[in-house]
């Protein structure tokens, strides 16, 4: 079955480490995104990628970096810099240019600080 | 300015009775999608329902069905006969055709809880 695999499931962090976020997707989907949620709030942009070796910073990218070098793959990287780590993370993926298809989402990873 | 307004944080309903869920966008494209997510506590996004702009009737899935009014940039997801496991988080979000036309934008949710 397509669909979004996003690992792990759950990451602690100690202060002043680099973590990644892993999100594959098999949908053969050329946009990807990273989302950041925090409890009871809404979805925040923190990164997306309309193909390959491209990407563009949404609207919380301070203190994140992603790399695009395979169509299936959009990892998350929380760096030191991010002072308040501790949230949900997001990963979707969709077609290009039609905007009748929607998200299909990952099912999370959820990041705490140590 | 706000995309996509969510005005109701949480609300209550009864089981078996149906909900309305508000849902008010700002686009000045005419061709647009907007989509209705449930997050259950678990967290996953579940895709529920579309309705494009130029879409003649409201949409419906099941027990879900879309009040579209395009004068009033209104979307609103109605579920009828509610059930337990309804109890969820539901976002609206919209899909614009030209600039920056694979992003989305989603409203802040509405914290949706069932009563038996």
């Known amino acids: 079955d397509g669909g979004i695999t996003q690992s792990p499931k759950y990451l602690f962090r100690k202060e002043g480490q680099n973590v990644t976020l892993s999100c594959e997707q098999n949908?053969?989907?050329?946009?990807m995104y990273w989302y950041r949620q925090d409890p009871g709030q809404g979805l925040r942009l923190i990164y997306y990628?309309?193909?390959?070796?491209?990407?563009q910073k949404g609207d919380i990218a301070e203190g994140y970096s992603v790399s695009r070098e395979k169509k299936e793959s959009f990892p998350l990287t929380v760096t030191s810099a991010q002072k308040n780590p501790t949230a949900f993370y997001l990963c979707?993926?969709?077609?290009?240019?039609?905007?009748?298809?929607?998200?299909?989402f990952g099912d999370g990873t959820r990041l705490s600080i140590l | 300015a706000q995309k996509i307004t969510q005005t109701q944080p949480g609300m209550f309903v009864q089981e078996k009775e149906a909900v309305t869920l508000d849902c008010t966008y700002d686009?000045?494209?005419?061709?647009?999608?907007l989509f209705w997510y449930k997050q259950p506590s678990s967290g996953e996004m579940i895709f529920l329902i579309y309705?494009?702009?130029?879409?003649?009737q409201n949409a419906t899935e099941g027990r879900y069905s879309l009040n579209f009014q395009k004068a009033r940039k209104s979307a609103n997801l109605v579920i009828s006969a509610s059930q337990l496991g309804d109890s969820a988080m539901y976002f609206c979000?919209?899909?614009?055709?030209?600039?920056?036309?694979?992003?989305?934008?989603f409203g802040s949710g509405t914290k949706l809880n069932v009563k038996p």
């Open positions: 979707a993926s969709s077609m290009v240019g039609q905007f009748s298809q929607p998200q299909h």
């Open positions: 949908l053969n989907h050329d946009a």
């Open positions: 990628s309309q193909i390959v070796n491209d990407f």
């Open positions: 686009t000045s494209d005419p061709s647009y999608g």
């Open positions: 309705q494009g702009s130029y879409d003649q």
């Open positions: 979000a919209m899909r614009e055709d030209s600039y920056n036309f694979n992003k989305f934008y």
